[in-house]
């Protein structure tokens, strides 16, 4: 098959998930409706950006992340910079919203919030809940760029007081959802470079319902 053949076959796949029941989803490249070449566009917007170190994070957990941001709902949805509409042409696509109504049960969805997020060794994001940033996010999709790195395992739960943490791995051109209403980390990296899209999900295209804390920047690097 054509590279759009199999865009348009992994189009029409048909399961369906229930991110209540099931929180976290996984789905490898052959499962995703990108082509090689979109993967490689996203990377390419993601290598020309500006990114900033943030070491405290809107919900007041700490992190130390370098972030690139393409749209914020501080007030209200808006794109933040030039690259953001070249984002959202491949990541809100039709194939795209199609792929995404698998888990949210709807194609009718907003791009409230997406940013690059790079970790290099020794960064982490500290435990939080998207949802604290905004009560209207429903699930995040994470694009996973990097083939090898070490630590930098998306976490979700704790082993502390009786409970279980559950981690997660995807390879490069892998794709991890979240329901934005279950706490979750990125533990630090030990090597190498761990580097995502993290887009924000949502049924309403509403101003935000909470007053987010201003990020706590440390360094900004530039192209």
Do not use: W
């Given at each position: 098959m054509s590279e759009n053949q199999v865009t348009e076959h992994k189009v029409q796949n048909k399961v369906m998930y229930?991110?209540?029941?099931q929180p976290t989803l996984m789905f490898e490249q052959d499962e995703v409706p990108l082509t090689e070449q979109e993967w490689r566009q996203l990377s390419d917007i993601l290598g020309r950006s500006d990114y900033e170190h943030i070491i405290g994070g809107d919900a007041h957990e700490s992190h130390s992340v370098w972030v690139s941001r393409y749209f914020n709902d501080v007030v209200s949805p808006r794109?933040?910079?030039?690259?953001?509409?070249?984002?959202?042409a491949i990541v809100m696509s039709p194939k795209m919203r199609h792929f995404y109504r698998r888990f949210t049960g709807t194609d009718q969805l907003c791009l409230r919030r997406c940013q690059a997020n790079r970790l290099l060794e020794?960064?982490?994001?500290?435990?939080?809940?998207?949802?604290?940033?905004?009560?209207?996010?429903?699930?995040?999709?994470?694009?996973?760029?990097?083939?090898?790195?070490?630590?930098?395992?998306?976490?979700?739960?704790?082993d502390e007081h009786?409970?279980?943490?559950?981690?997660?791995?995807?390879?490069?051109?892998?794709?991890?959802?979240?329901?934005?209403?279950?706490?979750?980390?990125?533990?630090?990296?030990?090597?190498?470079?761990?580097?995502t899209l993290a887009c924000f999900l949502s049924t309403s295209f509403a101003p935000n319902k909470n007053s987010p804390a201003a990020f706590k920047v440390d360094k900004v690097i530039r192209h």
């Open positions: 229930d991110i209540e029941q794109a933040l910079s030039e690259q953001s509409e070249e984002v959202a020794g960064d982490y994001i500290g435990e939080h809940k998207d949802q604290d940033s905004s009560p209207d996010y429903f699930a995040t999709v994470v694009f996973h760029f990097s083939p090898d790195y070490s630590g930098g395992y998306f976490q979700t739960g704790s009786g409970g279980k943490s559950k981690r997660y791995k995807p390879k490069a051109n892998a794709v991890l959802v979240n329901n934005c209403s279950v706490p979750h980390q990125v533990t630090p990296v030990e090597k190498g470079e761990r580097l």
